[in-house]
Nanobody, 122 residues
């Protein structure tokens, strides 16, 4: 089992930045790829970014490419999502998840955090 807890969400204005954190406990975090997903009201959960277990490979949704950066610090059992140039369309609950391999498919992730709210005002 891997337990994941997100933090760092909040209310910001368009153009601002936020850094989300995902603290992991339980099984060795460094054994898992990590992904970030988001869900806006009335919409399905969508892929945002993913990173390999060692951090050497990353993958982004087109909607966030160039603005968001995913990273991880396995020594601290923590993953991050740096979000710059935020837009109102980025408003959603952001969740981190762990999987045996890097993927954009939410069904391939075994462990999920509860999520943190990000609200971007115009």
């Amino acid at each position: 089992q891997v337990q994941l807890v997100e933090s760092g969400g909040g209310l910001v204005q368009a153009g601002d930045s936020l850094r989300l954190s995902c603290a992991a406990s339980g099984r060795t975090f460094s054994s898992y790829a990590m992904g970030w997903f988001r869900q806006a009201p009335g919409k399905e959960r969508e892929f945002v970014a993913a990173i390999s277990w060692g951090g050497g490979s990353t993958y982004y949704a087109d909607s966030v490419k160039g603005r968001f950066t995913i990273s991880r610090n396995n020594a601290k059992n923590t993953g991050y999502l740096q979000m710059n140039s935020l837009k109102p369309d980025d408003t959603a609950v952001y969740s981190c998840a762990a999987a045996t391999h890097m993927s954009r498919l939410k069904n391939e992730y075994n462990y999920w955090g509860q999520g943190t709210q990000v609200t971007v005002s115009s």
